[in-house]
Each structure stands twice: as structure tokens, then as C-alpha cells.
RNA sequence: GGGGGUGUAGCUCAGUUGGUUAGAGCGAUCGCCUGUCACGCGAUAGGUCGAGGGUUCGAGUCCCUUCACUCCCGCCA
């Protein structure tokens, strides 16, 4: 293409251009004066162009006042660089443009954060600034990384016969959940849409719909407070739903667009070209966590029968045990010969998390097995052989305890698994460790109000013969419901659906909802499943993370065009906002707090 | 809602035990410089030390309150 602004882009003039008449159009990334040689760095959304003017040219002193960041257009002739001023770094680099003649297509004010430059910036400046930010070159790179792994996943969803649909974005609340962004309508006075926390039951009513393999890359809107890897407000998904499918069938199609997907945009080594399957309670106890980041190779066990023994005199730890707590270890190979300091900083560090410490000492084999360091005089030999047994550790290695409740215990072992890796330097960062987590329990004990709850997606299907479930004890009951994570990060979660009315009202049951309840709070999806609706399932992957990874990004506004801070406010747009008295009045609302 | 961190020039940061007129680099303005690619050199402007209160002869520094940003817990079926 060539207009009157360019005839090339920033990033196509080589060697072969030499001689010829060019224009190009950009914004001035940098410029270096040397009085009568003025150069100036060009860049587009493709590159960067040297451009070159000297004193003679009767633009020279204007072109030297220009801010940076000004968007000018420049006539000129590509030139040969000498062998000695050759630039490497950038693919143009072998030749430059002498300027003829230059216009100011769009001029800059002085910079409130600089574009040139790699270092950090406050997030409220960049986040008011964005358009500024987003011209840097990490970042600008994520963004263009992001919209080719979103064309390539739509690509192979595609081909792999799914259809794209989009479904409401004004529906209606749901009881369950997160928290929902409401809507005012005006038309139903005092009534509220709601935001789709994600297009939950639309997939479902698609699939009843006859529709067979249905994807989306859908915006889901959950009113909760942020973190680093979750957007305050919105965020994306890779929402699919298949019919006439088994949990293998689902894991067959992910496998193989992530597979393809992480390969195509990073050279990182996937680890598991099957994924690996974990059961939810295997994770739970060997990682502590349901999002095991699989590159760790250290493993939690569980020890606490060793307490009931009467030659380990370990008090404190007996004690708990005796009135509910379990012992849970983490074995480090060979480390016997570490410093004192680095045992002392990981204990210090457990206390910082609000633990009572970790407990630790190392399997020696000096004339007799015994435990060093300052636990270990509690252990008789007989007792350390049978942990050596349960956990696999041989002499050399070291072990570090911690003993509670099981969810604090859970936790703490969770987050230690994690700080001892990284602080002995373990875990491979050149490769995405996937793993499905499997067998998700369909209901769990809530501990402060002692009532059983649905613990993940109350449309789950339970497992095993339907007509077999035991319901006395519901606690017992596993669900097709499965998680996918890569390097600890949770990707996304999935279930085959609860497909049968009679099934499903008598799960809400046992979760304490009446069938009236259900009929309500559900009609569209109850409704439609007393109609004929296959068997189906599907999952969602987050593309926010599923970018995160590939750039290789912590936070997840490293990967976002214009995301709104930690308060849930976008400094750029000035988003939320007040509105008029008019609008309100409209909407039938009156503000309880007038300023 | 709770806990941690940060807040000093347009930007990134330094600032000793509380002690004279609060500094540097980048950016801006002005001048010099013909081969740089983080060009170089010289000069100038630019500060409510986040805000408010307190202790003190004296506060950027110590104490209290508060605000903003950020990380974490809660929350996120």
C-alpha cells in the first residue's frame, strides 16, 4: 500500500531499497543531535528507520526542535550505511534515509512518561497514559501476541468443527457465585440485569439447542476484588461446550489446542505431552494445593502416624495430634550440607506466613541413623527408617515439618513446596508443566456454617451409576469436574453437565434448595433440560493466563489493552462515573448518599 | 473488610544519628558538536518531600491520623 503518508513501512526498507524515493510516516522514538547531523530514530507498529538530516537541508532546525513522540512524515532517499555504522539490533539497520523534506502529522506535548525507555512506571501513570504505554515495546509486543493467539485459537476451534456463537451480555442475575455487576432497566422499573459472570448456562441451552460443538471467545463480568493475575471487573474466556461427550473427549480437544497453541507462540518445552491426570484429594496432599505447578519436583507426605509412636518424643507435635492435627513433611534431596541459615530462613519465613514455623533436620548415618539439627534428637532410629520408608528420603537428605489442621496444614505445605523450590533453585522455567486435576468432590462442608455446599459447579455431573448414587453420604460423592492447570497457574475449569432434571434437583436438595427454589433461580436451564437435552460437557480456559504464560508475564494488565486498577477504576476513561440527575430519574433511582 | 510494601523535580531514584540553601540520571529550555544508534559536552528552569496533625531549638528523616498506588488474605460456584 502506498499513500500520501507512506510509501514503506518502519520495518521493510533493506539494501535493496538503496537510490530509491521513499516516504514514511511515524512517530520520532529518538533523536541524536550532533549539531550538523541530526538522526532520528522513526517508528511504526512494524519497526524503527533511521532516518538522517544534515545542516544544508533548510528543515534542519525545525526537525531538531521537534519533541519526541511528534508524528511526522518524512520524503527522502534510502541510503547505504558504511560497514562501520551498520546497526544489527534492528533489521533495517543496513541502510537509513536521508530526509528531504518533513510535516508534523501530530504534535506531542512534553512526555508525562517517557516511550524510549525499559524502565518500570508507577501504575496509576501508565494505567491514565495508556495510549503513551502501549506504544512501548514489551508491552505493544504482548498486546500483538495476544491478538494472534486469539485469531489462532479461533482458527483451530474452527477446524476442529465448533461453532462460534455470541450470547447476551444483559441476562440475568445468578444466585450462586461471584458477586454480579447489575444493570438498571429502564423499561421493568426497579429491575436489574445482570452481567454474565461467564456464558454458563447460554452454553448449555446451546448444546439442548442441537447445536453439537459450540466456542466463543466470551467476556465474563464477576464483580470481585483483584489480584495480580485476575482483572478487577472483565476478563476472557475460551468458552466451549461439546454434546454427546465423555470427560476424555473434552480432555482430547484441550490437550490438543493448548498443545498446539503454546507451541506455535513459545519455544518453552511442554513437558507432558499427555497431560497427567491428578486426583483432587492426591493433589491436595501431595502439593497442598489443587493447582500443583508440576515443574516443582518436591512432594508433600503425610507422617502423622509416626506421632503415635512411643519412641519419637517430639511433644508439641504429639500433642496435636492427639487432639486432631496431622504431620505433613517435604523431603529436599541431598541438602545435608547447607547452612544453617538456609534451614533458619525458611522456618523464619513460616512464621512470617503466619505459621508456627517449619521443623527440620537431616538423615545422618554417623556409626547410627539419627535426625541433626534441632528437632531431630526426638526421633529413634527405628521411627526415622519408617519415615525414610513413607517419604522416600535416604541419608543426605533433609525433611521439614509442619503439623496442623488439615486446611492450614494444606496451606502452609502448599506455599513452603513452593519457597524451598525456589529457594534450592529447582524448578525448570524453561518448560509448561500441564496437569488435569480430576474427581472433584460434588459437595463439601462449609466449617463456619457447618451446612454442605456445592464446591464447584453445582451443574456437575455426579459420578458412577446414576441410579447408584449413594446419597446418605454426600460428602462422598466425586463430579465429572476437572480443572487444567500449567505451572500452578489454573487455567480454566470444566465439568460434563448434569443433563437430568430429577438428578439435579435431587443434588440442590442435599445443597438445601427446594425444587421451587431450583425452578426459580434456574427456570431457563431446568426448563430446557425436561425437553430432550443430551449428554454434554465443555470447559472454559482463561485467555488472560493462557497470554500470561506466553509472554512470560506475573501481571495480568501486562497482557491487557486498558485494564482498570485494583479499585476497579480506569484512570484513562474515568470509568466508573457519575451520572446526570436525568439518567437516574430514567432509571427509577435514587442515590441513598447525595454528595 | 484485614495485613504488608511504596509515595522526594515531568519520569526513575538517592538523601547518613533529626542539623546549613533537599541531590543525581533521563526529560524540558538555551548553547556547542558531521556518524550516532542509551551520542557527547556546557548552562538554565523545575520541589506543598502524598495530605493533615504532633514531638523538637530544629523534621524529607521520629510519632499519630489520613489519602493514593501496589502485593497478599478474605472473596473469585
Known amino acids: 500500500m502506498s499513500n500520501r503518508y507512506r510509501t514503506h513501512n518502519c520495518n521493510e526498507l533493506r539494501k535493496k531499497h538503496v537510490d530509491t524515493n521513499v516516504v514514511l510516516s511515524g512517530w520520532i522514538n529518538k533523536k541524536r543531535d550532533h549539531g550538523n547531523l541530526l538522526f532520528i530514530d522513526l517508528r511504526d507498529n512494524y519497526g524503527i528507520t533511521q532516518c538522517i538530516i544534515e545542516k544544508e537541508n533548510s528543515n534542519f532546525r525545525e526537525l531538531e526542535k521537534t519533541q519526541l513522540e511528534t508524528v511526522i512524515r518524512i520524503e527522502g532517499k534510502v541510503v547505504n550505511r558504511s560497514k562501520e555504522t551498520v546497526n544489527n539490533e534492528i533489521s533495517t539497520g543496513e541502510i537509513e534515509v536521508g530526509i528531504i523534506k518533513f510535516d508534523v502529522l501530530g504534535a506531542c506535548r512534553e512526555l508525562p512518561l517517557p516511550v524510549f525507555s525499559d524502565q518500570e512506571y508507577a501504575e496509576d501513570i501508565r494505567l491514565k497514559y495508556r495510549f503513551l504505554d502501549l506504544r ?22 474452527n477446524n476442529l468443527g465448533f461453532l462460534e456463537f455470541q450470547t447476551p451480555i444483559l441476562t440475568s442475575s445468578s444466585p450462586e457465585g461471584a458477586r454480579d455487576f447489575l444493570v438498571p432497566s429502564r423499561l421493568n422499573p426497579g429491575k436489574f440485569y445482570a452481567l454474565p459472570q461467564a456464558p454458563q448456562q447460554f452454553k448449555q441451552l446451546i448444546m439442548v439447542s442441537g447445536f453439537d460443538k459450540y466456542f466463543q ?46 507451541k ?75 547452612p544453617r541459615s538456609f534451614f533458619d530462613n525458611i522456618d523464619k519465613w513460616a512464621k512470617e506466613q503466619g ?13 547410627k541413623l539419627s535426625g541433626k539439627g534441632p528437632v531431630g534428637k526426638f526421633f529413634s532410629e527405628e521411627s526415622l527408617r519408617e519415615i525414610m520408608n513413607i517419604t522416600g528420603a535416604e541419608v543426605g537428605d533433609s525433611i521439614f515439618l509442619a503439623c496442623s489442621k488439615q486446611k492450614e496444614l494444606e496451606k502452609i505445605t502448599s506455599i513452603a513446596r513452593d519457597k524451598i523450590a525456589k529457594d534450592l533453585e529447582i524448578i ?20 463456619l456454617t457447618k451446612k454442605i455446599e456445592f464446591s464447584h459447579n453445582p451443574f456437575s455431573m455426579p459420578q458412577g451409576d446414576i441410579n447408584q448414587i449413594n446419597f446418605e453420604n454426600p460428602l462422598d460423592i466425586l463430579a465429572y469436574q476437572y480443572d487444567i492447570v500449567c505451572n500452578g497457574v489454573e487455567l480454566s475449569s470444566g465439568a460434563i453437565r448434569n443433563h437430568i432434571p430429577e438428578l439435579m434437583y435431587k443434588l ?25 437435552a443430551p449428554p454434554h460437557g465443555g470447559i472454559a480456559p482463561g485467555i488472560d493466563r493462557i497470554v500470561m504464560l506466553l509472554a512470560e508475564e506475573k501481571n495480568i494488565r ?23 440527575e436525568k439518567q437516574l430519574k430514567e432509571l427509577n433511582i435514587n442515590l441513598k448518599n447525595k454528595k
Not at 229 to 237: A, T
Not at 564 to 573: E, R
Open 355 to 367: 505459621a508456627s514455623g517449619l521443623a527440620y533436620f537431616t538423615f545422618e548415618n554417623e556409626k
Open 428 to 447: 525448570d522455567n524453561s518448560v509448561f508443566a500441564f496437569c488435569w486435576v480430576v474427581d472433584y468432590p460434588m459437595f463439601e462442608l462449609n466449617d
Open 508 to 532: 440442590f436438595s442435599i445443597a438445601g434448595y427446594t425444587k421451587k427454589d431450583v425452578n426459580e433461580k434456574f427456570s431457563g436451564m431446568i426448563n430446557a433440560l425436561s425437553y430432550g
Open 264 to 338: 506455535q507462540f513459545s519455544n518453552k518445552k511442554i513437558l507432558f505431552n499427555k497431560f497427567p491426570r491428578i486426583k483432587y484429594k492426591e493433589s491436595m496432599l501431595k502439593y497442598g494445593s489443587d493447582k500443583p505447578d508440576l515443574r516443582n519436583p518436591l512432594i508433600i507426605n503425610d507422617i502423622t502416624e509416626i506421632f503415635l509412636r512411643d519412641d519419637v518424643k517430639f511433644e508439641i507435635f504429639k500433642k496435636l495430634v492427639k487432639s486432631g492435627s496431622k504431620v505433613r513433611c517435604i523431603v529436599t534431596k541431598k541438602t545435608k550440607d547447607r
Open 136 to 157: 512501548r515495546k514489551k508491552i505493544h509486543e504482548n498486546i500483538i501476541l495476544r491478538s494472534k493467539v486469539i485469531s489462532y485459537i479461533r482458527s483451530e476451534m
Open 558 to 580: 501486562e497482557v491487557t489493552m486498558f485494564p482498570m486498577n485494583q479499585n476497579a477504576q480506569d484512570l484513562m476513561m474515568n470509568a466508573p462515573s457519575d451520572v446526570s
Open 217 to 262: 471467545i466470551a467476556p465474563c463480568f464477576r464483580d470481585e476484588d483483584a489480584r495480580a493475575d485476575r482483572s478487577p471487573g472483565e476478563f476472557y474466556q475460551l468458552d466451549l461446550e461439546m454434546s454427546f461427550v465423555e470427560q476424555e473427549d473434552v480432555f482430547n480437544v484441550v490437550e490438543e489446542l493448548l498443545i498446539n497453541t503454546f
